[in-house]
């Protein structure tokens, strides 16, 4: 079930074009009846959903996670060349005269049992030091925004292939068939800079059916586009003119076989099913006043990252398999003092309160949240190094994610990287290693999960990747 079949299925058929509605209806009846349900994984699944807290933009992991007090007695001094060693830069900095070290301006300490360092930027994530599984080790090809994000997110540095929502969706179907099984969320972070674009086919569905790709929620008007039914049209008409179409719709199918129309027919459904369940499932007025203000002031102003962390929360109790959550503004060339700390202020509360709030509702044990953008940042400053102030360039080689939840190693700190945080020293992980791990956690073996086009079969980590069980409870 988890390879691609049925598609390719109707799509051998074609050539009996007219071979009778039986062929057209009994693919229908399939692809409905899969619709909303669970489709068995490879094997016993620790998580069932993924919460994916997006840093869109690279947040600095020496200014974060990654604590170098080292780095301190060569503040100012020009990085050595055998640590830049052959390190792709960006056309930022390569021509840059000097790259002073640049030590981060923030205090460290230790948190929790398990002693994790964590910056002062974050207090409230602090205080989840025991449930996080902090990976120091991280490491991608891509030095600029469109292919890091597109690689980390599609398992390929150009686009064209499905998202990670999309594949989850595709394997493993929706565990409620009133809401999409991926849905994404999007908020602009406060550092008074321009964000880089985001493209809706980072949660696309590739070519796999268009069914599986992301839908993105709103945070003003109808939640989804043409949600609410126009004056005069009431819900019985609706399903009316519904009734109408999916018949036409029917007869094309038989006619022609195309697997698509299957797709079509199913969207039409959905979004009929969603205009009841998605108005009850963004209102949060039977949320407790201790749950709002958990979450933080910023949880009563619809899209904002803490009101969207809460909608995730609702959305993973509903049975939304895979929630996309995007912030934007972690892209800190200049004015990184100033603007990574507006930065932690959007982000800390939240994640804090969206690990607690899923534990105490017994989400947390299978409901894997991943938290981490598309690179880091260098140690070296872009441009001047001044006494309060520096940017930092994109930086591949090295940096940080954390993930909770969903069955991996709760207390963690897997991997380290060298004394300039330039350069990985132990425990590398790999982008494809990462969604390898994520599939398995799903259940799912990311190398049997398939789909064939164009002449073969693509995977989400290409031909990459391996489960790194070090992380796994």
Known sequence: ???HTAATALSRRQFIHGSGLSLGGMALSSLMGAEGGKVAPHFAPKAKRVI???MHGGPSQMDLFDYKPGLQKRHGQEMPASVLGDQRLTGMTSGQKTKPVTASLFGFRQHGQSGAWMSELLPHTARMADEMCIIRSMH??????????TLLQTGHQQPGRPSFGAWASYGLGS???SLPAFVVLIS???AARPADPLYARLWGSGFLPSNHQGVSFRSSGDPVLYLSNPPGIDSATRRDQLDVINALNRRQLAQQL?????TRIAQYEMAYRMQTSVPGLISVKDESEATLEAYGPQARVPGTFAANCLLARRMAESGVRFIQLYHRGWDQHYNLPSDLRLQCGDIDQPCAALISDLKQRGLLEDTLIVWGGEFGRTTYSQGKLEAANHGRDHHGRCFTLWMAGGGVKPGMQYGETDEFCFNIARDPVHVHDLNATLLHQLGIDHERLTFRAEGRDYRLTDVHGHVVKALLA
Not at 140 to 149: K, W
Not at 258 to 262: A, L, S, V, Y
């Open 258 to 262: 195309d697997p698509e129309i299957e």
């Open 140 to 149: 991608t090809e891509a030095i600029n925004h469109d292919p890091g994000v």
């Open 52 to 54: 994916y807290l997006f």
């Open 188 to 190: 602009r972070g406060s």
């Open 1 to 3: 079930m988890l390879s």
């Open 175 to 177: 565990e409620n068939a």
